[in-house]
């Protein structure tokens, strides 16, 4: 198929998929009143790679098919190859203003990470090596969009889940046969589901050889969204089908986030990449580093992010006036040291890539692992900067209705700002308004903060995994620096 275009995309949608949606299911996602903007905002990233200004950036010709296929499938094979893929995804994090984190390059990267992995999948079975490899080929040649699932429901996060009192509230096997693996159960979180082709289940966190059921839970898998029995539920949308000008990014970018519940799937043996093997899945989880490749797609959505609010501060405070004080130009050039960290985190990164598993080469690891754990902090930051300069105008902004209504003489005289007239002011309060005190704000937070996992978990496991050896020796020079001056 090569790279789909934007109706392609659309037509996909349309395979009976289960999706519920505030108590109904959703009959066609690419019309739904508050599922279709975001549907076609994704289809508007598809047809950017048959865009004249960008087709040449986003794809490279397929190894297999010598069909073009999405460049961020590519196994990268030096840091040239890493450049390429970055100038590829910068055009779908540009177009999307960094609002999406999910977008489908994110998954592919991660299914492109697979497949440099695939040895270490068929150590001990040489199928789910294959099943890696055919899996890769297979999406990327017909350039699917891909959900992802890591976590299991927050029923009782004080016993391991094979200890739950329902042993399928976790998804776990249920039985085996000649056609596959059978399991029930729910994971989350699927962000993307009601847009995606596939959903992508690994195995995602250690499992406790000494508990006699953990291997229950020891599958790896990937199946299509219209797999009998699989159902997404959907968390309350946010584009709730009012005026784009009241709400301008709640109605495009609400990438919708799932439970998505597996009422006794099959999931077929070519599907499967980890199966009942809870040593391999164990040692895998330390080696099997997708972030050392997806984090690229994260740095540059984080910077497209980034120009978007520093924007938005710097607007807001030439709009009404406050620039020329000096706290607020130190609270904007704040934000531009984020930003300009952020960007030398992803170069540290890519020019210090080096081989791992596998044929290509991965992601340095050290500056991604310092701004996986900063950056939700710096977010925070941003978002109290914006809220601190904007103050009331964030609250006190009015309607197109109001622009429109009986009332708008005098919404012109008390809602100008010092530069700009009362459209344009409020017009950007809004804009600034959904981006930090909305519930699509709100998302957009609590996404920045925790989809890479807790940071204080994080922390602690680089504390308990780092190689203090360079450090403490540096110590030790100096003590013996200090004896030898002192005889």
């Known amino acids: 198929m090569a790279v789909r275009t934007g109706s392609e995309f659309i037509e996909g949608l349309r395979d009976g998929r289960e999706i519920w949606l505030e108590g109904e299911r959703v009959e066609d996602v690419a019309t739904h009143p508050k599922l279709g903007h975001m549907a076609a905002t994704l289809a508007s990233m598809y047809d950017l790679q048959h865009d004249p200004q960008t087709r040449d950036l986003m794809s490279f010709e397929s190894p297999i098919s010598g069909e073009p296929i999405s460049l ?10 890493l450049v390429r893929r970055r100038r590829a995804l910068e055009v779908t994090a540009r177009a999307s203003f960094g609002m999406l984190g999910r977008t489908p390059d994110y998954v592919n990267i991660c299914i492109a990470a697979m497949r440099q992995a695939a040895e270490v999948y068929g150590e001990n079975e040489d199928r789910y090596r294959r099943n890696v490899i055919e899996y890769y080929q297979y999406v990327s040649e017909n350039d699917l969009c891909l959900t992802h699932t890591f976590g299991h429901p927050q029923t009782n996060r004080s016993v391991d889940v094979s200890e739950l ?6 998804l776990g096997v249920v039985k085996t046969s000649s056609e596959g693996v059978t399991v029930r159960g729910a994971r989350l979180l699927a962000t993307l589901a009601p847009f995606s082709d596939e959903i992508f289940a690994p195995v995602y966190r250690p499992l406790r050889p000494d508990l006699p059921d953990s291997n229950r839970y020891c599958i790896g898998f990937a199946i299509p969204a219209d797999t009998p029995g699989l159902k997404f539920i959907c968390r309350q949308s946010y584009d709730r089908g009012e005026d784009s000008f009241d709400y301008p990014l709640s109605g495009r970018y609400d990438e919708m986030d799932c439970l998505a ?5 099959l999931i077929p043996w070519e599907r499967v990449f980890s199966f009942d093997d809870v040593e391999l899945a164990n040692r895998n989880l330390g080696r099997v580093l997708l972030w050392r490749q997806y984090m690229q797609q994260v740095a540059v959505k984080n910077l497209a992010k980034l120009d978007f609010m520093l924007g938005i501060t710097y607007k807001i405070a030439h709009a009404i006036g406050i620039d020329i004080y000096s706290h607020v130009q130190e609270k904007i050039s704040e934000i531009a040291d984020i930003r300009a960290t952020v960007s030398a985190y992803l170069r540290a990164s890519e020019a210090d890539a080096a081989p791992h598993l596998g044929p ?4 340095a690891p050290e500056p991604l692992h310092a701004m996986r754990h900063w950056f939700p902090d710096a977010h925070t930051r941003i978002v109290w900067i914006i809220e601190q300069l904007s103050a009331s105008g964030l609250m006190l902004t009015p309607t197109r209705e109001d622009l429109d209504g009986p009332l708008s003489d005098l919404i012109s005289k008390y809602y100008q700002g010092a530069t700009v007239d009362a459209r344009d002011r409020i017009r950007l309060f809004r804009l600034a308004w959904d981006l930090v005190g909305t519930q699509f704000g709100s998302r957009q937070a609590l996404y920045e903060r925790f989809f890479n996992g807790d940071t204080v978990v994080l922390r602690q496991r680089r504390y308990a995994t780092y190689d203090y050896s360079q ?17």
């Open 261 to 265: 519940v597996f009422d006794d799937v």
């Open 471 to 487: 450090a403490l020796a540096s110590v030790d020079r100096f003590f013996a620096a200090a004896d030898s001056s002192d005889q």
């Open 165 to 170: 009192a329902d042993p399928y509230l976790a």
């Open 72 to 81: 961020s499938y590519m196994i990268p094979e030096s840091v040239d190859d």
């Open 360 to 363: 290509g080469v991965w992601l």
